[in-house]
């Protein structure tokens, strides 16, 4: 589905995409197996459903540097038309830049948890799609050991309504959006999709994790659109 919707059609939409946003509204525990990281800076790239709220949510999170919209999982990069079609492989990603010593791996996957709904399959909100699959394209061993343990130990608890769907998967290239996707949300905050389905993301952020949340968001910089 495109996202560029008529503030008629996205009003329309609320009563559906507020449930799915509602599906944990508590704070999820602390992943159990988080080992620390003496690296300076990591990357984690997770896709979530749209990258244009996934983004505005990490670039609020502290000790994050940078946060890029883009596509992963395919073989090669395409343009957003084509990955829309959802016959590319991939899927609507972030690549989050972020410091270890600050923010673990562990604690942006419970955040990336608690702002999309793990229970629905190659669906979020209004977007439906392989597009908009969740799936955590884990960069190392031992990413793959955290988010691979941290789902067992969300399934255990009954974190979720719903079996998780959300797949662990191999990184193998995040291929950058377009310019016009980078901030979206910072620039497009009265938009009506971003003011229904993404707003209340960082909003959840805010209250749930008051500690990690910070008030001003890192932008991608002018000269990397």
């Not at 988080?34 to 990591?42: F, G, R, V």
């Not at 244009?52 to 999170?61: S, T, Y």
């Not at 960069?139 to 079996?163: D, G, R």
Request: charge should be neutral; charged fraction near 15%; proline fraction near 6%.
């Amino acid at each position: 589905m495109n996202r560029f919707v008529t503030a008629c059609a996205a009003a329309l939409l609320l009563m559906a995409c507020s449930a799915g946003a509602d599906e944990t509204s508590r704070a999820l525990p602390q992943p159990k197996f988080d080992p620390p990281s003496m690296a300076s800076s990591e990357t984690a790239v997770l896709a979530g459903g749209c990258f244009w709220g996934m983004q505005g949510v990490f670039q609020h999170v502290k000790g994050v540097k940078l946060v890029l919209a883009g596509y992963s999982g395919g073989s090669r990069t395409y343009d957003y038309e084509t990955v829309s079609t959802g016959t590319t492989g991939n899927a609507e990603s972030v690549k989050i830049a972020f410091d270890p010593k600050v923010v673990s791996y562990g604690e942006i996957l419970r955040i990336y948890f608690s702002v999309m709904d793990p229970t629905e399959l190659n669906y979020q909100g209004p977007d439906e799609g392989t597009q908009y699959r969740s799936e955590i394209f884990a960069a190392n061993p031992t990413q793959q050991k955290v988010a691979t343990a941290y789902i067992a130990e969300l399934t255990k608890a009954h974190a979720f309504s719903a079996p998780i769907v959300t797949a662990v998967g191999n990184f193998t290239g995040f291929y950058q959006a377009e310019a016009y996707h980078q901030n979206y949300l910072l620039d497009h905050p009265d938009q009506p999709y971003i003011a229904i389905n993404d707003l209340p993301k960082i909003a959840k952020l805010k209250q749930l994790y008051p500690a990690l949340y910070v008030e001003k968001p890192v932008r991608v910089a002018r000269n990397m659109l």
